[in-house]
């Protein structure tokens, strides 16, 4: 158990560290350059009601993206993305220790690539260099943002933080999403009458009431995800002995050399989430494949010897960039933030074996720029920039 977080939490000296994590790549937007305007009276206040536990979390504005699919985000005002940030700074540790290895989603040292990696070494260890039987088990939780039950969430909390202040500010967090919503005045999150419960609870876990479902807009929602999924992976890992389980957020895969295996495992899974968790698969995305059909997993397909991008993320890949490059000529990014964009979709490609996709997407990018005058110029800095920097390494 960890005591005397609070006071760690609310410091004035985490929250200025947790501010200046915040506004980076932000200080252009309004809200984020309006709060800055005053930065010093804004913290300050801010550490004051913290510390005399005035604090309430302001209601969120809410829009939809459709990347890759339509979600609806929740945004926070920036003095409760400060408060998010400061809480994930102290707590991260404590939580992140107890998590498994093949946890990946939002953490240090992890990621979609290592997390892919992983799948492909196991792919290879089991078929024992793809010479044997190898089936991989996918599975996705249906609407798992907004399922994640608030009371499972509480109890999971209490078990590894003892500070009662803390938990309190956790708590306000967690409740905050959908107890003032634009967008469904009338779900009022308190309202827990028996005669309205049942008959509002499928549209409640949409908007988040009656203590079902996290914000997926929050830094704190990033934590808590792996926090309640992680009594999943320790299941997984401990209860049904599994060797080789790998997990993204709501994305997980196990591979066996043993199709049966896998089949007799996903009672035991569905069991578990709906009896512990409140969590469903979606019965569209489970699928149990030989290895050799190629194995779906985070934008990528792995095969044996090679790894293609899903076709769903190329298609995305080149319109965004292409949307990059429209807001480049309108002024809306500068230079900078697009070849910041081109390279993190060519990083995208590096990790496969798609060297023709990758010119292919530059050729792209230079023709969709060669209506402006100083495309060429352009060009021409960015090839002399990356001459000087030497070959990327193959």
């Known amino acids: 158990m960890h005591g005397g977080l609070f006071n760690k939490i609310i410091s004035l000296e985490n929250l200025f560290t947790s501010w200046y994590e915040f506004r980076r790549g932000k200080r252009s ?5 309006l709060y800055e305007q005053k930065i010093e009276a804004n913290l300050f206040s801010l550490h004051g009601e913290l510390k005399n536990k005035t604090y309430r979390h302001s209601e969120y504005s809410a829009f939809y993206i459709t990347d890759p699919k339509l979600r609806l985000v929740h945004k926070a005002k920036v003095r409760d993305r400060i408060v998010h940030h400061a809480i994930y700074h102290v707590l991260y540790p404590i939580f992140d220790s107890s998590f498994i290895c093949d946890s990946y989603s939002c953490r240090i040292d992890k ?3 290592k997390a892919v990696d992983r799948l492909n070494t196991f792919i290879r260890k089991t078929s024992k260099n793809y010479t044997g039987a190898c089936f ?12 994640v039950d608030h009371r499972i969430l509480t109890t999971i909390l209490e078990r590894k933080i003892d500070d009662p202040d803390v938990l309190a500010l956790l708590q306000e967090i967690i409740i905050s999403f959908g107890s003032k919503t634009n967008y469904h005045p009338q779900l009022q999150l308190f309202d827990f009458r028996v005669e309205n419960r049942e008959r509002e609870r499928e549209r409640a876990a949409t908007f988040g009431c009656f203590g079902v479902g996290i914000p997926i807009g929050n830094l704190t929602s990033q934590l808590f995800a792996n926090v309640y999924m992680n009594y999943f992976d320790q299941f997984v890992k401990h209860k049904l002995k599994v060797k080789h389980y790998c997990r993204y957020t709501d994305d997980f895969i196990i591979v066996a050399d043993n199709r049966e295996y896998l089949e007799n495992l996903l009672p035991k899974i569905e069991s578990f989430l709906h009896e512990n968790l409140k969590l469903k698969l979606h019965p569209e995305k489970v699928t149990i494949r030989k290895y050799q059909q190629g194995a779906d997993f985070l934008g990528y397909v792995v095969l044996p010897h090679h790894r293609l991008v899903r076709t769903k993320t190329k298609s995305r890949i080149f319109k965004k960039l292409k949307i990059r490059v429209r807001e480049f000529k309108t002024g809306l990014i500068n230079e900078k933030t697009l070849f ?9 490609f590096s990790h ?3 060297y023709e996709l990758e010119q292919k997407l530059k050729n792209k990018f230079w023709s ?6 100083y495309s060429e ?3 021409r800095d960015h090839d002399n920039s990356a001459t000087k920097k030497g070959p990327r390494n193959q």
Not at 136 to 147: A, G, H, M, P
Request: aromatic share 12%.
């Open 377 to 379: 110029q352009v060009k």
């Open 368 to 373: 969709w720029l060669k209506e402006e005058e």
């Open 136 to 147: 991989v088990l996918k599975c996705d939780i249906k609407k798992f943002f907004s399922s």
């Open 29 to 33: 937007k309004y809200d984020v350059a």
């Open 111 to 113: 990621g979609t690539h």
């Open 340 to 348: 910041q964009s081109l390279n993190s979709y060519l990083g995208v």
């Open 352 to 354: 496969a074996n798609c």
